[in-house]
């Protein structure tokens, strides 16, 4: 059972997209997420203080920073944009797909934990998530 | 088939789990385990020298520095505790969920792979990981 | 439905396997790739522009720096040579293991998605990756 979300992603960040999965979930099995895409990423985090995804992005800012700074010196893909290579990078280091056990029709994740699409592009985006369940 | 497993931990380190999922795998298929929490991770790292755990945890402390570091000044989300944050971090950089295929009842890990629970909190914690095998 | 690729690395890089997985998967289902190393990964990345992967590896080789570089002091684990180390740190940061859907005998990847072998050890190696199919 395979469906398809379609994220509109306005600027980096993080949208949540909880409800999605859990809308369409069923039964009891295991719901596999994949983002069909190399500059945005899946990512389970703590749904209850919107500063945690402040302070998140805030730390992939710092760990991959503009390209205008020296640190980022290295960088030769340059001609889609200032923010691709950055996305490629951060795209690398965070999830291109998560798994969720699903328990009688509930996907089992922890009391905090919530499903977001992480943005790393700064124009405004359509992103595709695959859903798969079985 | 599904399960649970509750890990006890005493502090931030890794704590193997291998045990755990190889006595609870059968036939063949695969198993996917699930952390239901925000500041610990599941890892697959190599469980010959105990050193290596070390130098990990020695990475991701300077990567992710105490709260008192001036490098962590960004840091807004502060109410749940001085190291809660640093997890918040920890956690997105590091696997929320594994895969591991089973083969006629064994885990199909490499010969220095081992199953870790990474627990990013000073304070004791029982930890879920939730196990589905198909 | 399993089987293992077998992938030769000459030294640290990116090793596209694209091809060996879409050759190998049918139907409608999902794909599981799990690599049986600690100092090796498994990662989706933009596969057009041979200028990101240089990138990626040039941002990885700054995040995890040579053994010589005065940050990477902490050290302990150094009896399996200089590079083997930075490889398990950098095994934690990427993926062991990674899900694509299939749908109707073809990968579900997007448009710029390929799949990588990333290596991190200089010597030449003979790399498993068990390929799980349901």
Do not use: C
């Amino acid at each position: 059972m395979q469906t398809v979300f379609t994220i509109s992603t306005q600027g980096h960040g993080l949208y949540e997209m909880t409800d999605h999965a859990a809308a369409w979930v069923q039964s009891t099995g295991f719901l596999t997420l994949f983002v069909r895409h190399t500059s945005a990423n899946l990512l389970i985090q703590e749904n209850a203080d919107p500063e945690v995804r402040k302070d998140l992005r805030a730390f992939f800012a710092r760990l991959v920073p503009q390209a205008t700074d020296p640190a980022m010196s290295y960088r030769t893909h340059t001609y889609e944009g200032p923010d691709d290579m950055l996305a490629h990078i951060k795209s690398a280091l965070l999830p291109v797909s998560i798994n969720i056990p699903v328990t009688a029709g509930r996907l089992a994740l922890g009391i905090w934990q919530g499903i977001y699409l992480f943005e790393h592009r700064d124009a405004p985006k359509q992103r595709e998530v695959v859903a798969h369940l079985q």
